[in-house]
């Protein structure tokens, strides 16, 4: 049966970095006779120059009848005088938003070969593997009333609202209890329980979530105590759970203990597991149409998009090892570069995929 995956390469590097991962994409869809059909469409700035607006409708009509979506990035400098519901992030925000994507996974997967490139010592970061859940739909980036106002005394006051429903709550933690099941079964929910209502409301739902998965074992921690054991110990890890502020925070602070922004791939999930992947890094406009950047994070978002959206498990294995023999053979993008080993360009990293 045909499926239809939605391609939306984005701004800056999202079209470089696409043609590689699409390249993997089709070659694994032609040697498994898998069906799929990929449709372009825009988003981002190149949504605002072609329509006027950073999420074109015919965009998110595509996306809306899309099996999968698979986005570059968003961003550049000659979009940043725009008024702010023009800028290409909105287009970002608003796609997530209509097609209900509240799940975003974030590995942070540091490949042995790439140790060196990390800031912390190779005992602490060899071998990680951590999954992070963040709920991506709710929480204090959405919640109302926010704004900025004057008060009686003429003082300005900016206030946001960080709100959960218990329904919110427990579709997330669903979701994380499904993935650490996959994993080594272990859940560790991050929260501000000791001075926030919202976290204990949080706390308790996810406390009865878990009686759903006895073989899962859940831990609770605080978000400030979770900061300083990602960068102490990070590998005590398997699956965290937070919600969208705290999840915005930790995931950046874990994917640098890899080193590589160029090689993090992240997907956005809805109820039925229909999912947006894309690398967790920008649209790099400082690298932009030099052909240098790091494709793998583009290349390992499509292995999670076979992984989650579409349950082929093993094809998405064969381009994880084709990105480990790669690495096996020394070739980096100037990024993950280091002694002993030979740069290459983006295409030229696409091409030692489909070559592995
Ligand atoms: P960025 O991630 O684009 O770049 C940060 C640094 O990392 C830059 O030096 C860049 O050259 C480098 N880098 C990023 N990806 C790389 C890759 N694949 N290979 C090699 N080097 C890479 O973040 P930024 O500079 O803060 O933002 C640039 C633009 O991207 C802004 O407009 C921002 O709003 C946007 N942005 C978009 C997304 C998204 O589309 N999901 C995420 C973050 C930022």
């Known amino acids: 049966m045909t499926k239809k995956i939605a391609i939306l390469p984005g701004d800056g590097i999202g079209p470089e970095i696409i043609k590689s991962a699409t390249d993997v994409l089709k070659f694994i869809n032609t040697k498994h006779n898998l069906g799929f059909e990929l449709e372009y469409s825009d988003i981002g700035g190149a949504g605002y120059d072609a329509c006027k607006k950073p999420l074109p409708e015919a965009t998110l009509k595509l996306c809306q009848d899309a099996d999968s979506v698979l986005l570059g990035a968003v961003g550049g400098y000659q979009y940043d005088n725009l008024p702010r519901d023009m800028r290409p992030e909105r287009g970002l925000l608003a796609i997530r938003r209509e097609l209900d994507l509240f799940s975003n996974l974030r590995p942070a997967i540091l490949y042995p070969q790439l140790a060196?490139?990390?800031?912390?010592?190779?005992?602490?970061?060899?071998?990680?593997?951590?999954?992070i859940v963040r709920e991506l739909t709710g929480g204090i980036y959405f919640g109302e009333p926010r704004g900025i106002k004057t008060d009686e005394n003429n003082k300005k006051i900016g206030f946001n609202t960080l709100v959960y429903n218990e329904d919110e709550i427990k579709r997330i933690?669903?979701?994380?209890?499904?993935?650490?099941?996959?994993?080594?079964?272990?859940?560790?929910?991050?929260?501000?329980?000791?001075?926030?209502?919202?976290?204990?409301?949080?706390?308790?739902?996810?406390?009865?979530?878990?009686?759903?998965?006895?073989?899962?074992?859940?831990?609770?921690?605080?978000v400030d105590n979770a900061s300083m054991q990602l960068v102490k110990d990070p590998k005590q890890f398997d699956v965290i759970l937070t919600g969208n502020m705290f999840g915005d925070i930790l995931s950046d602070t874990a994917a640098q203990l890899t080193g590589s922004i160029g090689m993090l791939p992240s997907a956005s999930l809805d109820k039925n597991n229909k999912g947006m992947y894309e690398p967790i890094h920008g649209s790099a406009p400082d690298i932009a149409g030099k052909n240098i950047a790091n494709p793998l994070a583009t290349i390992l978002s499509v292995s999670m998009m076979l992984k989650y959206s579409f349950n082929l498990p093993e094809q998405a294995a064969e381009i994880e090892n084709a990105v480990g023999?790669?690495?096996?053979?020394?070739?980096?993008?100037?990024?993950?570069?280091?002694?002993?080993c030979s740069v290459v360009s983006t295409s030229q990293m696409g091409d030692a995929i489909l070559e592995s």
Not at 116 to 131: C, F, N, P, T, Y
Not at 325 to 340: C, E, G, H, M, P
């Open 116 to 131: 060196s490139a990390s800031s912390l010592k190779d005992e602490i970061v060899a071998g990680l593997d951590i999954m």
């Open 325 to 340: 023999k790669v690495l096996d053979k020394n070739l980096r993008t100037a990024d993950i570069t280091d002694k002993n």
């Open 173 to 222: 933690a669903k979701s994380a209890f499904e993935i650490a099941n996959k994993r080594d079964k272990k859940l560790c929910s991050v929260d501000k329980a000791n001075v926030l209502e919202v976290s204990e409301l949080w706390r308790e739902v996810v406390i009865d979530v878990a009686k759903d998965y006895p073989q899962v074992e859940l831990s609770h921690m605080y």
